[in-house]
């Protein structure tokens, strides 16, 4: 008989300090673009030809400015490399650079002193945009700036005497340009240098208090992301050029499951170019409104808005959760997470350590990394798989006895080295692609077999990101989040409405990345 640890729900609530509106919350807008590129970003262009080609996003851009705006939004998120694009050599992307002034050192409206600099036409542009429309507004764009750097201490400078940065920008409704951020951890980016010291930005608004900026591959990082979060920080903007990659880093899927590990709101605004690129959403701890393009979808972008709750400094403290998903599928469920200790009830169920059955276990690579797995043949189970020290528990029972496809429960815990390094420790059950458990771990989209489970993970890192995705890339809201204070980490989930193709607590041992 399959016993279930005892729920402990507590609904979540917001507690909000005198500096916040009335009504304790605002209405927040993410732009998922269908970018228009340059079709040889290797080939140097002039000024003029890189400016027009970025006036074509732009135009884009104040279109749906407009629209987010009669929508009532307050601040309006465009994506990574939205206006320019990407792939250019560090010479190719000269025409496309203007230099930003740094907002801590100098107060500049560029849609009012258009002016003061020269070759800043897309600043004076983005400037006007939030100024015409009355709304605050994050864009990226790419900076130069001359060298040495006047706000580093460093007098490092590259070859060529000049730095070019990934950067995000952030203008009051007034137009005036108040946050810049560097990109700290880039992506294969060879136009691109990494900041010679780590910036930590953030701006504040009168209607939400606080947010932090940071860039696309910067949320599977230490720096700065979760140096924002723990410096209090709960309100975050995430520009992205996110490409999916399944089963465990699709871009729904690893935002959600950031937005409820670390307890934060995330304004995550992806590009639209073909199938690896999309997947947008407005994700706080209480809901998530995103959009995920699917095949067969027209290529178009994607305007999202959503009233959100204003996260207080010290976070929230309790929760009740909606999905709100491309598909229209939506679930509501009451989340309890942080709690200090398991009920004894809880523990005596699902300990690791309570002797799970035993089932022979095999060796299988997914996203690059080996992980162990066993098969999960039975109608209901109790299964424990272990990565060296590292084990995952697993209590499930299939909704309907007869599916027809295969799955396996797997734990990996390692340094993962392909495009980064990024140390884990990951439980994941996983719908194989084939019948034979040598497809367990590769890429699947679509599954129809539904289990209600208690995951759970002996984890050695506090920073746990969980996440169950569905069918045709649709998030489902886990029932019941805990984490104990000897790094239990128990996610527990029923009645899902659509076939499972990754459920996944996915722990970041960030101390142990440069080892």
């Known amino acids: 008989m399959l016993l279930f640890v005892t729920v402990f729900v507590s609904v979540f609530v917001v507690s909000v300090t005198g500096d916040h509106t009335a009504d304790l919350s605002y209405i927040a807008a993410v732009y998922e673009h269908k970018i228009i590129l340059n079709p040889d970003p290797r080939v140097p262009v002039p000024r003029l030809k890189a400016l027009q080609h970025m006036q074509k996003n732009l135009d884009i851009y104040e279109e749906q400015a407009a629209r987010a705006a009669q929508q009532g939004a307050q601040i309006l998120v465009f994506p990574e490399d939205g206006i320019h694009g990407y792939n250019f050599t560090r010479s190719s992307i000269a025409g496309y650079l203007e230099t930003i002034p740094d907002p801590q050192q100098e107060s500049w409206n560029p849609c009012m002193e258009p002016g003061r600099y020269n070759n800043t036409e897309v600043l004076q542009r983005l400037s006007c945009m939030a100024r015409r429309n009355n709304i605050y507004l994050v864009a990226n764009m790419p900076d130069l700036q001359p060298c040495p750097l006047k706000t580093s201490s460093s007098s490092s400078c590259p070859p060529d005497g000049r730095w070019q940065f990934n950067t995000n920008v952030a203008f009051r409704s007034d137009g005036l340009l108040v946050a810049r951020y560097h990109k700290q951890n880039l992506y294969f980016e060879e136009s691109f240098d990494t900041p010679p010291e780590l910036e930590v930005i953030t701006f504040d608004t009168p209607f939400a208090g606080k947010f932090g900026l940071f860039t696309c591959f910067d949320i599977l990082f230490h720096d700065p992301a979760v140096v924002l979060v723990e410096r209090g920080v709960h309100q975050l903007i995430f520009p992205t050029a996110w490409m999916n990659t399944l089963p465990l880093l699709d871009s729904v899927q690893f935002h959600r499951a950031f937005s409820l590990g670390a307890n934060v709101t995330l304004l995550a605004a992806n590009l639209r170019n073909g199938k690896r690129m999309t997947g947008s959403g407005i994700y706080t701890p209480f809901s998530a409104t995103y959009h995920h393009a699917w ?75 080996p992980f162990t797995f066993v098969l999960l043949n039975e109608t209901e189970g109790d299964v424990k798989v272990c990565n060296g020290t590292f ?106 409405k659509a076939g499972l193709v990754t459920a996944c607590l996915y722990g970041r041992m960030y101390h142990l990345d440069n080892e």
Not at 316 to 324: G, M, R
Not at 392 to 398: A, I, T
Not at 413 to 438: K, N, P, Y
Not at 484 to 493: E, F, I, N, S
């Open 295 to 369: 095949k067969g979808d027209p290529e178009e972008g994607r305007l999202l808005v959503a009233r959100v709750p204003v996260l207080e400094p010290l976070g929230v403290k309790q929760n009740t959760a909606k999905e709100e998903g491309a598909g229209g599928g939506q679930s509501t469920s009451s989340v309890a997470t942080d709690s200090e200790h398991c009920h004894q009830k809880s523990c005596d169920d699902s300990s690791l350590d309570s002797g799970p059955s035993s089932y022979p276990t095999f060796v299988s690579s997914m996203m690059s990394d």
């Open 391 to 496: 084990c995952c528990h697993l209590q499930y029972r299939w909704l309907l006895q007869d599916h027809k496809e295969l799955y396996a429960l797997g734990a990996f815990a390692g340094l993962h080295v392909v495009d980064g390094r990024c140390a884990l420790q990951v439980c994941a059950i996983v719908r194989c692609a084939e019948l034979d458990q040598s497809s367990c771990g590769q890429v699947v989209e679509e599954a129809e077999s539904k289990m209600d489970f208690l995951l759970e993970g002996n984890f050695d890192t506090k920073y746990v990101y969980p996440s169950i995705l569905t069918s045709r890339m649709i998030l489902e809201q886990p029932e019941n989040l805990e984490k104990a204070a000897d790094g239990r980490v128990t996610m527990k989930h029923s009645n899902m």
